[in-house]
């Protein structure tokens, strides 16, 4: 698999006539109809209700509706020209309370969304967990306990029995980490919980239900393809210093390795496991065999990339702002002792995220060169910005459209040095409820005005299908340096 600069205009880069398009979005983000048809409360439902939890106080109670308005969605991804369009199943709305049988007019809603991409021509890329946790399960200890797994491993089985005849590609989990270390360790996301120990044996957890439900999948859908999506990151030292070199090595590890490692080498890191030794749970509740379910092969790894990242040690905060830098102003993690830095003239997003998308071309030759030649599929790529509906009727957002082309030439990059790149989804195709952001954060490339619902192509819109209609992206270089 290669691909070539387009010998029809030097400008354009073209990508291998295989590649896969796509499109991606989360239940909880946009489906709305919290209490509709037999869903029961999840997680996040019960942490948009704590006062500070989340901005303005906002939820996903209707969200973009898109339980009611999931025809005109699938129009949208169609007149889009995707390939494909991956989605994340609500767990709450298959078993209320995270046990027994399915509930089935949730089931219908999925066959149902299944049935319209399958019409459409749009193959269904399935994520099975995306942070919406049966509030029920959380009540019971969440991911800080052994149980939740197994009972995701029998959530699996009902989704992939209904659903797997129009399914050919399942991802288990989406961002695992953001799940344990910032739903129980940093308490920014649900269920808002402030605790190392319980994070390490939540990334525990999270992982082992992965390694339970590939044989499920693969039982269920033989022909299925099945992967999971990590988020993760190109950890860089903000100098040469020992102790930061070391800083960026521990956010690395955070990030990245106690995930990988596992998954394609059947271990957690050792410097890992030496720094959380002390922390209750932790990784004692690694269990004999755990660590070969959780290593079992798999077809693809889902990779989600949005920004750079500069550390270095918290002693050397001072050093970093004499050096130029603005410095974070405090420690996400104290235990981790790593300050972000800021490169001064770098653009950001509406995030507050610095644009640099040399690093994901950096990213995808490390995973290629020290863990796996597996197909990789870019799962979520994006950018949120301040758009707006201008006095003509139009959302023109440049800036998305810059990042997007930019990023995507990075994939590019990473193909034209052997990097076995499958795919591409952008995040997100709608504007939704952005986590303990709410709706200040717009990702998406079709606007949505969420009093009425109401949805907007954006011009990045348009730039995307003319991409997905070319198979190709005009040539960038390095993105958002200084």
Same mark, same amino acid.
């Given at each position: 698999?290669?691909?070539t ?57 209707v ?125 920014? &996301?649900?269920?808002? +919980?402030?605790?190392? #120990?319980?994070?390490?044996? *939540? ?5 082992? @239900?992965? !390694? $339970? ?21 190109d ?17 690395d ?20 496991l030496?720094?959380?030794a ?58 981790? &002792?790593?300050?972000? +830095?800021?490169?001064? #003239?770098?653009?950001?997003? *509406? ?5 640099? @998308?040399? !690093? $994901?071309?950096s ?7 020290e ?15 301040d ?70 192509p ?21 993105v958002?340096?200084?």
């Open positions: 698999m290669s691909a600069r387009s010998t029809a205009n030097d400008s354009t880069r073209a990508f291998p006539p295989d590649f896969l398009w796509g499109a991606a979005t989360a239940a909880y983000q946009i489906e709305g109809a919290a209490d509709v048809d037999g869903r029961g409360p999840s997680i996040w439902d019960t942490f948009c209700r704590q006062p500070g939890a989340v901005l303005n106080g906002d939820n996903g109670d969200a973009c509706d898109h339980y009611h308005r999931v025809d005109e969605d699938l129009d949208l991804l169609d007149q889009l020209g995707v390939g494909t369009y991956r989605f994340s199943v609500a767990w709450p709305r298959i078993q209320p309370t995270g046990r027994g049988r399915a509930n089935q007019r949730g089931l219908d809603f999925y066959r149902r969304l299944v049935d319209g991409l399958r019409d459409r021509g749009i193959e269904p890329t399935v994520t099975l967990y995306h942070w919406d946790l049966p509030q029920p399960l959380e009540d019971d200890g969440g991911w800080r306990v052994r149980d939740t797994a197994e009972r995701f491993a029998q959530y699996v089985e009902l989704v992939a029995s209904a659903l797997g005849d129009g399914v050919g590609r399942w991802i288990t989990l989406n961002e695992p980490w953001c799940s344990s270390w910032l739903g129980y360790g940093s308490g920014e &996301h649900a269920p808002g +919980l402030r605790d190392i #120990g319980a994070a390490a044996a *939540a990334n525990h957890h999270l992982l082992l @239900a992965h !390694g $339970l439900a590939v044989p499920i999948l693969r039982a269920a859908v033989p022909s299925a393809k099945v992967g999971i999506t990590l988020n993760l990151g950890h860089q030292a903000g100098s040469t210093h020992p102790l930061d070199v070391a800083a960026a090595r521990r956010a590890g955070n990030l990245n390795r106690l995930f990988l490692d596992p998954i394609f080498h059947g271990r957690y890191p050792d410097d890992m030496e720094h959380y002390a922390v209750e749970p932790g990784f004692a509740v690694v269990r004999d065999g755990d660590l070969e379910r959780i290593s079992l092969p798999l077809d693809f790894l889902g990779v989600n990339y949005y920004f750079p990242s500069t550390v270095v040690d918290s002693s050397r905060a001072a050093q970093a702002r004499v050096a130029g830098y603005v410095v974070a102003r405090s420690e996400q993690f104290p235990d981790l &002792h790593v300050r972000s +830095l800021e490169t001064p #003239g770098r653009d950001k997003t *509406a995030m507050d995220w610095e644009i640099q @998308a040399t !690093g $994901l071309t990213l995808l030759v490390r995973i290629r060169d863990y796996t030649p597996l197909p990789i599929y870019i799962t979520e790529n994006g950018a949120a910005f758009d707006y509906v201008d006095p003509n009727g139009a959302v023109v957002d440049q800036n998305r459209i810059t990042y997007l082309q930019e990023h995507i030439s990075a994939v590019h990059d990473a193909i034209d040095v052997g990097v076995n790149v499958r795919g591409y989804f952008v995040w997100s195709l709608l504007d939704n409820f952005e986590w303990s952001f709410g709706y200040s954060r717009r990702f998406g490339i079709v606007w949505v005005d969420f009093p009425t619902g109401t949805r907007l954006k011009a990045s819109y348009a730039w995307y299908r003319e991409t997905i209609r070319t198979n190709a992206v005009e040539y960038a270089t390095s958002g340096s200084a």
